[in-house]
């Protein structure tokens, strides 16, 4: 860790602890700021002992009924969830978050996905916007946000390139009151401490002018362990030609700092200019040391005793603004405008070693990248006859990438026929317009059409080579919604979704610049289990046609109970495959893992999500407040041969069971949550198939309001922890190989503790 970089997070630990002294002051006076204000920002959770206060009640209603009436005048399907439910387990970071979420899973890689569909049918935006290249949402903390909506099907001003759908992240927006907010917490697991602080404030500035901003501070320590055994049988003779053995134990460490603020000036009525800064500054840091031992093989093994250290440091800053208009009382505009830039750097250093401690192998990758964004955009609606809402708009983005890296094997540079920097630039422009309208009392329809290009390009990645590589796609996606109330306007309703949607290759997939596998490094042969990667340029955007349908039951106060069917029928999907090819990089053919158009693939499912209070159905219950989804899925790749020949990743099923109980008349609230995931397996492609053990996730947090500024949080994750196995079975030129992964969980341990200043 560089000097800079300890001291930018010194710095924020001290500023966090001179706030929080310089705030330390007692509650301001009631008569300054009303109950009925305070209340409003306050989770509708435990309250201390206090006589009852009709106001709270009234507020915790009209919170839950708002996110209710959202979701059920929203033209699409969506699931919005507010403060309460992202705060209620003391998480660190938003990925815990999502993954309680209906038909949300995360991968053990991090990646989020919809429907269980993997990574890039997911489509992540922050205030309606894409994320920039190299942002990740581990970089926020859920202390800055304000509500998260799942989007089940496309919109034309929400965007397209979402297969599965979207996961729209809205931060927290500046309100007319003033309040500071100081948030610590302690984690143990496996007997390390990590820990967060952050602190919030919102004011105003003038009579027109309100601010919020968040600094957030992250440390995270961690070790694990994991067995690992290959073994490699000849399918002509049935002799095992390879059997071995490797214990991995492994420490990791997180730090990450982040600030954000809205700044809003109101302009008129419905007008306001607002801007918005972001910065953040994250660190990964991993060490490991695999110790191998070969059971049965004829050629010794490539090591005994491996230590490898990886490194990365993402560095962030990122501004928008947004201009809003009025043109008339049923016409305004809005212009959005953003600029940013994320610096990565990556350094790894894999050492080798014999069962003597002779050192055999020294591989290092030492990389740095940037990636400088722009983007703008303007949009118009209007109200027409009280019935139709038209949306017209037009977004430009300019995504910019520099990428050097230097590979050294044993201090003898490699790759050295490739360039050693890579330029690559992405241009996307889109047209769309909408229309909402009602056409009876009881129905709503929307229509849109949404045009997008984009365009990448890169330099030459082989020295000398004149051809550059480029990928243009060019989409036109029309998209329509319907829903029909039984009883307007406030009962059940069903829901009818047409869509098309596609998914465009990323940067990287699309250069043909290899990365080297670090345990059988070249000009050697490697294995099918550690291949090189490289990428495509001829790959083509994944498109889909859906279908969506889902029935609503909204319940007397702010329950609702949905159940939702949804196709997907994918032309050109993508597929990772891995082939014997021969290389320019090495003198004998290598196993290389490659991006792939493989045909059509069709993915269905079946939904179901409900959030109650269980007074809702039975007038004399306790004070409990019920959570359940459940996801079936099912998929099938046309190109790949069965059983199991689904999508990537895309377990059978998923599903969640949650509750709340508030005691009453005193100010403790305890609650949990139940996730779980069967075991699955998949056929990749001809050669290659898949396993996942099954995942079970047992949460539990409890509450101790002590007084209307005070909070105590105790929370306990992954209680009775399973371990997580993964097989790879591989098969090719007579040979079998047969990888089994197993890696421990732990119980984590968490208090946090939660003031208004």
Known sequence: MSRTTNLSYRCGTIFLLAATIAYAAPPPDPSAEPAKEEV???????????????????????????????????????????????????????????????????????VIS???????????????????????????SPDQVERIEILRASTAETGARAIAGTINIILRKPRRIKQDDLKASLQTTRGRLSGE????????????????????????????????????????????DLDQLTSSN?????????????????????????????????????????????????????????????????????????????????????????????????????????????????????????DVAWNLSGKITRNLFDKHKLVGGAEIESVKRV??????????????????????????????????????????????????EIDTRSNATVTGDSGAVRNRSRVLTPLAHGVWRFNAPKKDQIRLSLTQSYNSPSLFTLVPRPTLDTLYPVPGLNVVSNPDFAGNPALKPERANGIDLAF??????????????????????????????????????????????????????????????????????????????LSLFNSKVDAVPGPDNRINNQPKATGNLGADYRFRDRPFTAGGNIA???????????????????????DFYGLWAISQATKLRLTLSNLAPRDNTNTVLNSQNGQQEDTINNDRSAVSVGLKLEMRL
């Open 197 to 240: 602080a952050s602190l919030s404030r919102n004011d105003s500035f003038s009579p027109t002018g309100t601010y919020n901003m968040t600094l957030s501070a992250r440390h995270n320590d961690n070790k694990g362990d994991s067995l690992t055994r290959a073994t490699t049988v000849n399918t002509r003779t049935g002799n095992v």
């Open 403 to 452: 990428d050097r890296t230097v590979t050294l094997l044993n201090d003898v540079p490699q790759l050295t026929d490739f360039s050693s920097e890579l330029d690559i630039s992405t241009r996307r422009i889109a047209l769309y317009a909408q229309d909402e309208w009602d056409p009876a009392e009881n129905w709503s329809a929307y229509a849109g059409l949404r045009w997008e």
């Open 552 to 629: 609503e039951h909204y319940l007397s106060s702010s329950g609702v109970i949905s159940v939702s069917l949804f196709s997907r029928r994918i032309k050109d999907l993508i597929r990772q495959t891995t082939q014997l090819e021969s290389v320019p990089w090495a003198t004998t053919q290598r196993f290389v893992n490659r991006p792939r158009n493989l045909g059509t693939a069709v993915s269905n499912g079946i939904e179901f999500d409900a959030k109650f209070q269980l007074t809702e159905l039975i007038a004399s219950a306790i004070p409990l407040d019920l959570r359940l989804n």
């Open 676 to 698: 779980f995931t069967p075991a699955y397996s998949i056929q990749n492609t001809d050669t290659q198939r898949v396993g996942k053990s099954s995942a079970r996730v047992i």
């Open 114 to 140: 919809m429907r269980g569909m993997g990574a890039g049918f997911t489509q992540i935006l922050i205030d309606g916007e894409r994320v920039a290249p190299g942002f990740s949402i581990e970089q926020l």
């Open 250 to 370: 492994y420490d990791t460490n997180i730090r990450n700092i982040s600030l954000s603020s809205q700044v809003q000036w109101k302009l008129g009525e419905g007008e306001q200019f607002v801007i918005q800064p972001f910065l953040s500054q994250f660190q990964f840091k991993s060490g490991v040391q695999d110790t191998l031992t070969q059971l049965a093989g004829a050629h010794p093994p490539p090591f005994a005793i491996r230590d490898g250290h990886f490194g990365i440091n993402v560095s962030n800053v990122r501004f928008t603004s947004t201009l809003t208009k009025r043109i008339d009382e049923d016409t305004r505009f809005e212009l959005r405008g953003g600029a940013g830039r994320v610096t990565r750097r990556r350094d790894s250093n894999d050492k080798q070693f014999d069962a003597d401690r002779v050192r055999v192998l020294t591989q290092s990758v030492a990389a740095e990248s940037s």
């Open 40 to 110: 409003s920002t306050q989770p509708p959770e435990a309250r201390p002992p206090a006589p009852k206060q009709e106001v709270q009640k009234i507020e915790v209603t009209t919170q839950r009924s708002n996110a209710t009436e959202e979701r059920r005048e929203s033209a699409a399907a969506k699931i919005v969830v507010g403060r309460e439910d992202i705060e209620k387990f003391g998480d660190s970071n938003l990925s815990d978050v999502l993954r309680r979420l209906p038909g949300v899973t995360l991968s053990s890689g991090g």
